[in-house]
């Protein structure tokens, strides 16, 4: 059963097997940019999507940048961290930075959103709902089998604190983790990432959206995206 009828499902819910991207908004004077995986996909890579992005917005000329995290569920955020820190001094005054967020928003999604909104402050404004987890979670899981029974167990080992900056804990992802603190990642990977792109502590008071814009039953049946009106409503100087 089709919960759409042909041509009016929302732009963020079609296409959904490609993990990332882009289409021309000149209504917002903008481009739209949406990520559901932190992954390299088929077509290309992330970063390669990220960088097409930001030159596509310079060739056309559009002042706006909104990206789309509702349905970013993770993945490897080493893939996007250090472009997206960068968006924000990107993207000048008066242009603006919309990020939309929903409770799918997920693991290195919410990552993601933390980076944008560290760098970018009060010029980066979230726009829908609160993401799927809190300040401070667990992720990258580990599988464990039980000696008797050949049960298989996962468990979340790396700790991801976005509130306070991993100062007062040794179990966190080292990309995020203090410089030279012990951290919860594998030596081989504390090296590669220590040699190569190094760590980047995230503290923030929040991630709750700056704009509520929650997409009801009935906002999805009848083809609406709120999110995207609310942004064209900030954009307008006011709000619905």
Request: glycine letters at 10%; a positive charge; charged letters at 25%.
């Amino acid at each position: 059963m089709k919960i759409f009828p042909k041509g009016r499902a929302p732009w963020p819910l079609q296409d959904q097997e490609q993990p990332f991207r882009w289409r021309d908004a000149p209504e917002l004077d903008g481009i739209v940019a949406e990520i559901r995986r932190n992954v390299d996909g088929k077509t290309g890579k992330i970063a390669d999507f990220l960088a097409e992005v930001e030159a596509a917005r310079v060739r056309l000329g559009r002042k706006n940048l909104v990206l789309d995290m509702r349905f970013n569920t993770g993945g490897n955020l080493m893939l996007t961290r250090d472009a997206l820190s960068s968006w924000p001094s990107r993207v000048k005054p008066p242009g603006r930075l919309f990020v939309l967020e929903s409770p799918i928003t997920f693991s290195a999604g919410i990552v993601d959103v933390a980076y944008l909104k560290q760098a970018g402050g009060d010029r980066v404004t979230l726009v829908g709902e609160a993401p799927g987890d809190r300040m401070m979670f667990f992720a990258d899981q580990q599988q464990v089998t039980l000696p008797h029974s050949g049960l298989m167990l996962q468990s979340a080992t790396q700790r991801y604190d976005l509130q306070n900056g991993c100062k007062a804990y040794a179990d966190c992802f080292v990309g995020m983790a203090q410089p030279s603190s012990a951290t919860g990642t594998t030596p081989v990977l504390v090296a590669t990432i220590d040699k190569g792109k190094g760590r980047k502590p995230v503290a923030l008071k929040t991630l709750e959206p700056d704009i509520a814009a929650p997409w009801s039953i009935d906002d999805l049946l009848k083809g609406r995206d709120p999110g995207m009106a609310a942004v064209q409503a900030a954009l307008a100087g006011q709000q619905e």
